[in-house]
């Protein structure tokens, strides 16, 4: 079993800052990919940035400059530093993990994808 728990979040004015951790615990080999997705109300989920075991990250235009991931393999956690924040970033950031739970799975690329429970990030005046 593997469970991913987020930090962080709140409410913030605009041009404000804040951020989301994300520990992944239970049966890990390795971590293949770790992200953030994002849900607005009314909106479809949609992916805000990845990170690669190798650090190669993958952000949306939308975040590009603003928003930073980073990622501490040793504690298997995630990071999102999100800065100069609008009103349209206003959504519930959800984080993601692609989770290799044996040696046998990473040969394969077997892994398991997980949630985290979801975080509110609220941006107004």
Request: net charge positive; glycine share 10%.
């Amino acid at each position: 079993q593997v469970q991913l728990v987020e930090s962080g979040g709140g409410s913030v004015q605009p041009e404000g800052s804040l951020r989301l951790s994300c520990a992944a615990s239970g049966t890990i080999f390795s971590i293949a990919a770790m992200g953030w997705y994002r849900q607005a109300p009314g909106k479809q989920r949609e992916l805000v940035v990845s990170i690669s075991s190798g650090a190669g990250t993958s952000y949306a235009d939308s975040v590009k400059g603003r928003f930073t991931i980073s990622r501490d393999n040793a504690k298997n956690t995630v990071y999102l530093q999100m800065n100069s924040l609008k009103p349209e970033d206003t959504a519930v950031y959800y984080c993601n993990a692609k989770i290799h739970t044996s040696y046998a799975d990473y040969v394969r690329d077997i892994y398991l994808t997980s949630w985290g429970q979801g975080a509110q990030v609220a941006v107004s005046s």
